[in-house]
């Protein structure tokens, strides 16, 4: 098995990178959001239309919520795990590299 994935993920150029972590996170991303939408949708949480105006909103706050998580001095205690210190960024944000091997490593990818 090991074989087969080093020749699937040959000539990546990341002889590092934790692939089979990166499947695990996307794989469970996936099905807790599966999961989510199914009992959204059974409980009659989901509205029965979304608007171009609704579509921007969730993109907007995405991002915002992704850029604090990703960036934030205040969220680093979230990010130590996962990652290592590197400098202090423009204003309130820091620069981080992962740390770790495996999924420690990919979660330390995701998150800096």
């Not at 098995?1 to 934790?18: E, H, I, N, S, V």
């Not at 692939?19 to 996170?25: D, G, N, T």
Request: proline share 4%; glycine share 8%.
């Amino acid at each position: 098995m090991q074989l087969q994935l080093r020749k699937t993920f040959a000539g990546y150029g990341r002889a590092d990178a934790p692939m089979v972590s990166y499947a695990a996170l996307t794989a469970l991303f996936n099905a807790l959001l599966g999961a989510f939408l199914w009992w959204a949708n059974r409980s009659g949480r989901l509205p029965q239309r979304v608007t171009a105006g609704d579509v921007v909103l969730l993109g907007v706050a995405t991002h915002k919520a992704s850029r604090l998580l990703t960036k934030d001095k205040v969220t680093s205690v979230l990010r130590a795990p996962f990652a290592e210190f590197k400098e202090m960024g423009s204003d309130s944000e820091v620069n981080e590299e992962p740390r770790g091997q495996g999924l420690r490593r990919a979660i330390g990818e995701l998150v800096t």
